[in-house]
Each structure stands twice: as C-alpha cells, then as structure tokens.
C-alpha cells in the first residue's frame, strides 16, 4: 500500500461569512482541485463569523481548521492567501480593502458593494493591488453556468452576427406573501438595494458580458408593493406558507434582531424594470422581481442577432436554446428552429472535467468553476476575470436605474 | 329526400379588402353559423377592393356573388347590412364613418386608425350611431383565443388576486433580412408606425383586456435598425432568403409601387419597447420587435397576482400556463407548478361549439369567434365588443409610446 | 358591379354520418375548394343519417341542400359523384361496397373496418373500380397535419438515414372515470376493438408511412380494466366529472339504446401495446390507451435514424422537434439538439395555401387537406392516397396485435 | 482563534475503482457529511485500482490517503468498515461476498452482478450478514433524484391512485456512429448485456420502486444494429465525430486490449424492449436504447394512475412533471394540466440541506444522497435501501427479458 501526499503548493484560503454563500463556497473551494487540477491546490483553513457556536459548527460541517469572530485578525494573519467575502453588501467595502492593503487576494461576493462610491474606491484599490500581484475577483457566478459561458463563445465568435435586442428577467416570489418577515435584505441600510441590487446586478453582469455589449442609457421604474412588514420576532405567528417561504430562504436570511413593534418598513424596491440602450446600438428590457409568483429562480435571458439568437432560463441551466439563422434549411426543407442544447458535451465550458454527455450539472457547480477560474488565474499570476472593475461597471448600472426611477423614469446616459 | 331552406334571417356583409385578412374574414363569415348558429345568419355578399381581377378571383373562391371596386358605392348598397374593413390603416376611417353614415354596422381590423385624431373620430361616430341601434366594433381578433379568454375568465373571477407585474412581447423577425423591400408596412404614411401598431396595437389590446387593468403611464423606446431597404421593383434580385421571407408574407404585403430608384427610406420604427403602469397599480414591460431572429408570431403575455399567474404564447395558442398559488400541497407535498392547461375542452371559452377534448383550434378560428360574438350581439341588438371607444383607448396608449419614444423616454401620463 | 359565377365542374357528394366525423368533414368539403381551389370544385349536396330531424338541423347548419334517411338511396343518386363514410366501423364495408359497386368515388373514415375479412373485400372492390376510374380512399387524416407531413417528406428524402427505432403513443383519459357509459365506441360489435382500433389504427398508419417502414411483426397485450359501466340510461345520475367526459365526447358517442339492467359489459379492450419490428430492420414500441391520466388527444411518435430523429405530439401539432445529427457543430461548438420547428412556413407542406408564417393550424385543417389531396387526385384521373390496400395494410397489423395479445403475447409474424 | 475537531465517529471507505463511478462515489462520500451530518462521519481512506499509477494520481485528487492495487487486502484490511465497489459487473460478485465474509458493509454499483446465478449468491450472503449487522446496498442512484423520490412518495401516499399503466425509456446514442469502437461494455463477458443491463437495470428499478408495482411478467425483443466495431487499438483514425463520442464517455469506457484484427464482434444488445405486466395490474412498456440519436441520457418514466399521473426525464432532473385529476377546476374553469414541479424546495426530498428553492442539482447530487442515506441506516443499525435483494428482483427481470428475447418474444413469467 502506498501513501499518497499533499499538492506542495496551496493557497489557504478564510471565509467571511458562513450563511448560503459560505456554505457554497467551502463547498466549492474543496471540489474544484479535484475536478480542475492544478499546480496551486486551495483549501480553505478558516471560516470567520460573529457568531463563534455557529461558525464552529460550520467549520465541523466543512472540515475547516479554524474558526475566528473578528474579520479584521483573519485579515492580517500572515498564513492567508485569500480572503473571500461572503457577508451581506455594506461589510464590503471595508473588508475588501483591507485585505487587498494587507496584500491579499480577494473574492467578494456580488454585487460590489452598496452604491457607486464604495464600488469606486474598491476598483481603485483593486487595480493598484493588481501591479503588485495582489488580484480581486467579484463573484458574478452566473457566468460560469456552461450554458452561460456557452452562448458567450459563441456570441465572441460571431455566430449570432449584429446583435439587435435583447430582454433579461430575473423572477422570484418570495414576497408576494404579506406575512413574509423584514429580512435584512429588505433594509436599504444593510442591502443597499431591493430585487435590483441582488438580482439585477446579476442580470446586468450577464447581459452584459454573454452580448459583449455594455449598457449605455436607462429608463427605469420600480416598486415596492407592501410597504409594511412583520418585523422579524413579531412574526412567530406566521402562516404554513409563510413559514415554509422563511424556510425556502433560511440559510439566506437573517431577521433583523430591533423588534418591540409589530410592524416596520420595507425600505428597498420590490420590482425594478427599465429599458436600456448599448454601446453597440442594441436595445433592451430588463426586470428584477421578486413578485413574480410562481418563480423560484427564474434567471432568463433573450439575446436576437442578425444570424440567430439565444435563449436561457435559469431553472433549466444545463440548457441553451439556439437558434441558427444561417442554415435553416436542409435539401430545400425548411428546418429552423429554436435547439435545446443540453450542454453537458465534453467540448462545452467546463464539461470536460465533469462526467459524460447529458448528466446535468447543478446551481453548486457555477460556484466550483468560479473556484477554479480564480485558482487559475492566480496560479498564473494574471488577473482574474470578473475584475472589481467589472463589478463597478454594474454598480454603474444599478446607480443609474436608481437615479432614472427616483427621477420619474427620466432617461440617465452612462458615463463612457 | 327532404330539401333544406336557407335561415330567413340573413346578415348581408361587405368585405372590403381581400388579401390575408380579407381572406380569414371571408373564411370566418361563412363558417361562424355553421358552429355559432343563431336566429340571424351572416353572408358575405360583395367583396370591394381596387384590382376588379383580383377581387373577383377572390369572390370565386369564397362563392361571393358580387365584386365592386367603390368601397362608397358599397357603403351606400342597401342590400348590405355590415361593413366589414380589412384595408391598410390609412383607410379606415373614412370608410368607417361612411358606412356609420349611411347605417351599416362595421367591423373595422385594427389598429382602428393610424392617429389618434382619427381614432377619436371614429369613436364618436360610433357612440351616436350606437344610440341608433347601428354598432361598430374593432378586430382586435386573440380576444377570441380561447387559452387568452380563459385567463381574462379567470381574472375576473379573481384567481390571480391582486395584479402586479405583468411583461408582453410581440416577436417576428421578418425584417432581418436587409434585403427584405420596402413594403407598405414600413410606410409612415401607409401604416402610420411599423412594429407599434401592428404588433404593439394587439399586445395592448390584450394585455388591458385580459388583465383588466388599463396603462396610464409609459416610457418607451423605439428603433429602426435598417433604415434604408430595396424598393419593391428594385428588390427582383433577392437572395433566396428574402424571397422566402416575402413569400410567406406575401399575402399581407403589397409593394410598393412607386420604384425607379433602389433604394427607399424606411419611416416606422422596427422594434418599439416601453415600460407601463397600470391604473390599479401594476408595472410592465412590453416589447413590440420586427427583428427578433426565430420568431414569426410570439405574442407572450405574463401576468403575476398574489394568488396565481397566468403565461400564454401564440406559437402554443392552444395552451394557457397556469400556477395556482392557493394550493400548492396535497397530502403536505409541494406540488406547486406551472401547468399547461390544453385549452380544448367543452367547458373552456368557443370550445363547446367545436370538437372533442385534445383537438386544437388554429389562428383562423379566432376570427371566427369574433364573427360569432359580433353576430350574438347584432341579433340581440347590444353593442358588441371590443368597441371603437376601446381602439381608441389602444390608440392613446400608442400615442403616449410614440410621443415618449420621441421625447427621449420622458415619461408620459394618459389621461384618465 | 359584376357578378361572379361558380365553377362549371363540380364534384357532388353525399355525407354518410353527421356527428363528430360528419361534422369536420362538412366544414372541409366546403373550406377546401376556398384554399386549395382546382377545376374540380366539390360540394356537399346530401347528408344522409337514420335520424331525419338531426340531420336536417345538420344540412341546415351547413347549407347542404338535401337529407336523406336511407343510405342505399343515396349511394344510387345518379347526381352524386362521391361518397364519404363517416359511420360507426361495421356499416363500413356494405355502404363501401354498395358505393363502388355504382360507380361512386368513395372516402371512407378509419378504420378501414371492424375486421381483416371486411378490410380484405373493400380492398378488393377498391382495386377493381380503380381500374374503372373509380377511386376509393381511406381517411387517414393525421397524414395531413403539415409537421408529419413534413417528417415523412425528410425522411423520404434520407435526412434521417437508416432508421432504427421508433416509439409511438396514441393516449386519452376518457375512460378513467368508472361512471363513464358503456357507449358505442365499448362495444365490439359496433366498434370492432377499443383503444386498438379507434387510436391505434392512426398510430400503425402513422408510423408505417412517416418511416416508410412496414411492420411485419408483433408481440402484444391488451387491457381491460373496468369491465362493467353504466349503461347509457341508467348513467343519467352520472358525477359531475363523467358528465363533463360525456359533453367533451358527446359528438362522437352515441349511447346504446338496449338498457333495462343498470350495468353493461365493455367487450373491447381500454388499452393495448405492442413491440414491433419492420420490413427495413426496425423495432417500435407501441401504445393505445384510453386511461392515460391527463392527455386528451396525445398522439406522439418518435423515429430515430442514424443521421437524425424526430419526434412528434399531436397536442402541439404545429411543432416537429427535429434533431440533425449531421451539423451538430458551429465554429467547433457543440450545439446539436433537438430544434422546435415551427411548421408554418410556405415552403412546409400545405403551408403555402394558408396564413404567413407563424399562424397556427388546428385539426380541422387536417381534413381539408385530405379533402384537398382527394380532390386533386380525382381531378387527375388518379388513384388518392391512402388507398383501401393501405387501410387493409394497417388491419393486418391491427388483427396480428390482436392476435397476438390473445394467445399471450407470442411473436405474430405479418404475411409479406 | 479556535481550532476545530473532527468527529469521533468515523467510518472508514475502501473504494473499488477509480474512473468515472468511483470519481463520483469519491465526491460524493466527501460531501455528503458536509450536508446530511450524522454523527458518523464516512472518509475515503483507500482507493483500489489495477493500475497504480492512475489510482495514485486519484487519489491526490481526492485527498485519499492510501492506494492498493489488489482488492484482496483492501478487503481484509482492518481499518476499513465499507467496501465501495466501482468496478465492471463481472467482478461484483467475488468481491461483494469477500467483503461481507471479511464483514465489511458493502455499497455495490448497478447492475448487482452479470447474471441471475451470481446475483442470487449476492443477495443470500447479504441476508446472512445483515443479521450481524453487517449491511449491503445496490447503487441505485437514480432513486435518489429528489424529483423522482417526490414521485415515490406521492404515489406510496395514494396520490395517484389505482396504477394502470406507464412507459419508461432510457435512450442515448453513443453507438449511432459505426466507428466508434468495441469498448468492454459492448463485451457479454465483462457486462453481461448491453444497454438492457447498463439502462435497463436502471429503468426497471425505478419503475417497481416509484409506482409500488412488481414486474411479474415481460415479452421482450433486444437487438445489436452494427454487430463488428474497431477493436480499440484499430480505431485511432476515428472520424470526429466518433472521436468527440469518444471523449464524452471517455471516463466511462476502458478500451479492450486485445486487438491485432482491425474488427470485433459486438456480443451485447444495442437496445432492448419489453412489454410488462405487474403484480398490482397494471401494463407497461420499456425501451433501453443506445441507439436513439439525439439523446444523451434521457431517462423518461410517465405512471399514469386514476387520480394523477407523474412524468419524468432525467435530462430536466430538477422537475416532476405531475397531473392532478382530483381538482381539476377551479370557480367552475376547467384548469386541468400537467403541472411542472420544480423539485428543489425546503419540503421535497433532499432539498432542505441545499439551497433556497428554485436552486437546481446535479446528477452528482444522487450520488451524495446515496452516501447519506447509506451512512443514516449504518449508523442507526439498520439495513440501507435498495438491498441486494432488491438488486436481485431487477436482475430477475433482466434476466426474464433476456430470455424472452431469446425465445422470440414469448411471454415470460416471473416467479413470484
């Protein structure tokens, strides 16, 4: 019998935050070297929460080493590589420039931060860092979804010609029930935004980076439908459907603690929709939603060129439709229609690393490749792509959507 | 052997135009009485249009007895009891307000006219003539899909609870081909907009109507992305692809006839989208789109309430997607879904009159229940429905989205 | 104004039936000619049934000018040119025979009759009148719908090379409800067999001609699973559900008149399956099925050859899904996958005498094309397709089923 | 900062094989703990391969600690507690009954064993050792697809009512292309059969296991398209497209080593189908096919019952198609319809250890449900489901089609 050993290259990587995104990524910094070897092996040594049972439970869970309550000691503890930021937006900022000062890499989850400023200043100190060798990434996980990536390459290599429109939904439900409690994602001082800084911000970073188009102008609107939430404890008596939706969101929610009344405000939007133009002449129209009842996580996206046109929707993320303007006929028989393509082939993104055709990847696996991406990159001592710069562009975005809403839906051009 | 006798009640009609929808209108005018029978049976007597060759090919086909070629003498006929146009937009409002003059009723296509001075004219005409007992109605025809009328059903019940969000999309991509002539539809002045009224005119129709809820507000953005196309003669040397495309258009389209040079200026928009809200306090987005690549005719309607939410493509007119939020468990399993509802039963909207379970209906039938209710309201003497007052009301909404879209996306407010 | 006149050929005929079947053919005989118009204009001068007040209220509803009670007479009306059979299956064969025997062009619903015997001498009788010019032809409608049309002309064209399987589902659900009444259809005497008959006929002609295979041998079972129904009198108390199953079959089922006993036996079978292979190397599986729970009219075939599938359900009849297994490459990327045709185009089969692209057919378009097709060909001094030896073909197969499944599933090899 | 500990209760795995089963066994044994904790903790220790240094190599990339190159010692290690066998099923037998006589707890991979005899053998030295508390199990993974365990369980509550009748297949294509060469699974010595062992066994299990149903009786036909293929060595000159079918099963496959002729015999079915009758009274039909081009791994399953019916396809593994007949209206509208269930909320099986709802899984994730049900029963002393026994009753119906097919489809009894 022999005995194997450990990769002599590893880069030891803490976690902030152990809720939804912490679970998913421990779990996604262990799988990606054993699918996407490589010469530097990661392995997450220490999980850092304010609530220490907790975090030591999670870090059991995981098999993580350490656990530490203080961000700011993980920060600076000499024998980390990475610190990547899994904590709501408004912890952001902060952490993430300091741990870029104190020379780590960084992965932050999305969006950036929480308004234009913040992201500024993270970009900024991401792109000084970047000449040293010190590398950030923003957590836009959604590009790596093989379907996702798929019609990316394929709008690189022009296969779908002069875009001309898209449209871009992002549909959930979770709040159409009125005893559904005041989640810190419903506070605009924690959150920053409603269903457009969390789910928008990923429908931008897509739109944007599967077209190669950027937005350059928006009409927006939004809403907040009820204005008036249970506060967290006030909301124990809470109806089967309520109580099974607080379950659905559990591992991302956590209610706000300041109770004593029953009721407090919502203080984000509930839907936002606009209508935007590109820099490459195309047009669009966009939704965030978390009204849209009947929609768990319905991530969709439309994209029509003059040589054909690609269609996603989240809830089937192992499928592209395609549609092929060039050949839509065969011995004079009319055969164009939209394809379903189950991207699970070996020459797909990713796939060749997993399993053999048609045995579906799921939602944890876009987390696995982000892993490997970020491993890459850093292994080669380039930068990795999405770049706090990247995640500054949508945070643009989001500010104008937020500026033309407040203005009466008045069209707000995009800086270049 | 016994011999049959004609219904001694007979509505005499005039169809005025005789191409695409000349000929569905013609084919639905004689087959309403044979499924939608009543004590006053419809027949079309005369068909009217320009080219007497052409029209009185038509009448052969459809056994029409007589041809004429003076839409006025038609209108002045005393043997005809109803007018009924089927003419490019320009057209409609003179001919309306004659036919109301001289005491017909009138089923006039939609849009109901190409502006909206015209459209108020119309209406007025048709409120005094209704008082005289002489009723005027537009052919806003998917009312009469029966998966569309079963959602309008359902909402007025109040399956769907309150409304909030809603998004439309009418897609066709008949204009991608840059070598697609310039046919009367792209005509300002012919067709008074392009993709907005003829596609945008349906999906506000429908969106209004099935929802009940009216649009008081947009911010809309419009495009014309090939603004100069062949001229009709000019176009003889088509690829094999525009020749396809003008052929499976070829009933709708007319060339222009004004050539000499080859090149024209397109003046209406190819894809116009807009963002809404709605007098009981939904938002939408919408999308009226003549270059959306795979699409020959995808009128999308969503429409999400507290309670439920309803889908519904035209490629699949035969089905309505439906999810109940009311009960979404059995025996304490989740069970909550979108279900295709296969509108073909008896008990659904026009099915009774047709064929067992599982048999679809198509396009045409649609202009069959719309003769048939035109026909049901005629013989009881009521008005029918949808009246011109509610193609003027589409038409004030397409007036706001043009004016927006002209403004920059300013939003714009209907009046109440 | 000028007066049109009508054709001065015409091709009489004379309805034999007038309930669902009498129906959808009375609406084609008078639609065809309107779209797909030839020298040869057919009408329907007599509708004959033993029920004199329904069938007047039937030629009134359709503007048939005669009626008639006794089918012999109609089948010696020297002024009838053509007979169309829309009765149970065991009137077939005398009304066919009779109908040829006097120079009368027959069509003749399916199946071709209730045994092997009877299938046999219609054949026969076909084959001499057609040497007469006297032409008969069996109404297997489905051939008709343009997306089957449309996979039968691929694969005659070798786009799906050699073909190595295939599945075919025939599925409704009337018969799940147990208070559902013994109607005609349950009865061997009338109906000949039950599922296998009435669905898997069309499912064996099917299947045989989009493949251009022939089945040449079967192992089958067949089910009845309640052996006992209410008869139709006694049913009167039926549940709200039965009732409804009732109204969406009403025009098809006739109730039995012999009650006095509350409870009848069904003598036919409620479902029956079938293993296949064909003439060119083939194998199938087979399905006919009345208790298929939640489909109304799922007529589904798949066919799998070495260069590409397709695949095929008659509730979305104007879809083939095809896959191309020879350019499932673009720019080195993996797209194959089954494509969502959308057949209406011009250049798909039928296609062009109808609406621009994207407007949808229903079933009923399905029996003006075959009213078309026979038209044309009896205009051409030809044979019409499918002829009686194709309907004795699919009876062969369909007796071999049954015999298979009464001496317990043993391999039934057809004769060549 | 605190240090955490491992759990005291470990459990240690030997896994058998190291391509693409033991790679998803290897990650699955490491996940599962992280999700499904118990309070014992299963860890990989050894991986056993022929070849050293490919299992070394895995190994590393799974942190495993040991290698062997002969099962023999890993099965009379005394450190290990389970053997987890990954191997062909020629070699299933040996070594599952070496390892439960060693009293080790075996999890064995699908099919049981290459033949009933062999099988029989499994399943009684099972029985035997579970009465020490010694526990087998047969990798059914598939049941572990939480929508298909939805499925089991709305049946086994009665959801579905009385079952009458269903259709499964498992199609893929990976043999369509004649070049591609003669890999051990198309050898009946190392796989015992064809696509009927490998999908079939597969397919039979679900369908007793979701329905409650037996397969007590089958008639079956099996055929081999393209019986001579490229010995391995001979088929370097592959065409691309063999050579991409290649690479997706590359992880699968083991190309045999003895060639020196350039072509081999086939000696398995390319695809199987069966008739089937169960112990509860329903029928069936089944197709395992590795010639049905265009699909990848479509493993279908539709139960049609009185009260409901469920459809299944593993491409789209996050959704259960279900149709409830018991409410079917709602205020009196027809709502009927199948409903797709997007299996992945906090309420469904598995799913409240992963994600907030509407976050898809993977294929990968049976295979961690599989561990954490296997460790559950060890730990609580009880024997893990499927059992060899189970494992047996798919290898009697496997073994019945064989011998049905043999004997030209003649039907075949089970015994009881």
Known sequence: MSTTQASPHTLNVALIGYSFMGAIHAQAWRTAPSFFPTDLTPRVTTVCGRNEYAATEFANRFGIPHVETDWRSVVNDPTIDVI???????????????????????????????????????????????????????????RRTPALALAQRMIANGDLGVIRSMRGQYLQDWLVDPTFPLVWRLDAEKAGSGALGDLGAHL???????????????????????????????????????????????????ATDDSGSAMGTVTVDDAAIWLATTDKGAIGTFEANRFATGHNNALRLEINGSLGSIAFDFERLNELEYFDNRSTTVNNVEVGGFRR??????????????????????????????????????????????????????????????????AHSSWTQLNP
């Open 84 to 142: 990547d930021i899994c904590v709501p937006g408004h912890l952001h900022t902060e952490i993430a420039l300091a741990a870029l000062a104190a020379g780590k890499h960084v992965l932050c989850e999305k969006p950036l931060a929480n308004n234009l400023d913040d992201a500024e200043r993270m970009a900024a100190a991401a792109a000084s860092a970047s000449a040293n060798g010190i590398f950030a990434s923003v957590g836009f996980n959604y």
């Open 341 to 406: 393509i189950h991207v699970t082939k070996a020459s797909h993104p990713y796939l060749a690393a997993w399993w053999p055709a048609g045995h579906s990847l799921g939602y944890e696996h876009t987390f696995v490749h982000q892993v490997a991406d970020f491993v890459a990159a850093v292994a080669a001592n380039t930068p990795p792509s999405p770049s706090f710069e990247d995640g500054l562009n949508v945070q643009c975005v989001l500010d104008a959507v937020e500026r033309s809403a407040a």
């Open 204 to 254: 931008i970073d897509l739109a944007q980076w599967v077209s190669g188009h950027n937005i350059d102008g928006v009409s927006a609107l939004s809403r907040t439908f009820i204005s008036e939430r249970p506060l967290a404890e006030a909301s124990s008596g809470l109806s089967a459907t309520a109580a099974t939706a607080a379950t659905t969101t559990a591992t991302t929610e956590t």
